[in-house]
Every structure is written in C-alpha cells, then in structure tokens.
C-alpha cells in the first residue's frame, strides 16, 4: 500500500502565496505522474497541475502563469507554489498519483491525499 500527506493549505489574503507539499510513503516502486486536484464548494473536482515522471508539466488555463508544480522524486514529492491568490482559488486541494507498488508491477494504482483547505479572502 502507499499513503499521500499533503500539508501547506491555509487562509491568504487576495495576491498571497501559499506552498502545498504532499509526500508520498508505503511500499514503492516508482511514481508516474503526480498532481494537484480542487474543489470549490458546489463544485466538481477539476485538475490544477500534472507532472509527468519523465518532466512534463500541464496546468489549466485558470492557474497558468501563477501556479508552478514540482517534484522531488528523491522524497517521492510533489509541490504546487501558488503565487497571486485569487479569491475565486478558493477550495480543497487534492494531491493525487499513480503509484507502482513493490509487490504489484503490472501497473499502476491511482492514490489520492486528504484534502488541504486553502481560503483567500478578498
């Protein structure tokens, strides 16, 4: 099995910044893509950023530009840097991934973290 811990979510003023950092742990082989989901209240769960295991990177067109996506694969990490917060940001945040476990090679396993509040307020 494999766990996501997510940490970094808050309440920012309108142009804050925030850091989400979500860490993957348990039995693990590799990791393909990771990335961020939200959801705003009323709202269906939309895609934020995706990095790709070989280094690619997509983001919806509402974060372009403010919103940067990394990992570290070395700690089987990922991050989302959030700069110029809009209030319309607002939501649960998501980390997902596509885990290959140890003892299961065949392919792999989508897992997803708790969920961390982020709140900006205007």
């Known amino acids: 099995q494999a766990q996501l811990v997510e940490s970094g979510g808050g309440l920012v003023q309108t142009g804050g910044s925030l850091r989400l950092s979500c860490a993957a742990s348990?039995?693990?082989?590799?990791?393909?893509?990771m990335d961020w989901y939200r959801q705003g209240l009323g709202n269906q769960r939309e895609l934020v950023a995706r990095?790709?295991?070989?280094?690619?990177?997509n983001y919806a067109d509402s974060v372009k530009g403010r919103f940067t996506i990394s990992r570290d694969n070395a700690k089987n990490t990922v991050y989302l840097q959030m700069n110029n917060l809009k209030p319309e940001d607002t939501a649960v945040y998501y980390c997902g991934a596509d885990i290959v476990l140890n003892y299961y090679r065949d392919s792999s396993i989508r897992y997803w973290g708790q969920g961390t509040q982020v709140t900006v307020s205007s």
């Open positions: 348990g039995s693990i082989f590799s990791i393909n893509a």
């Open positions: 990095s790709t295991s070989g280094g690619r990177t």
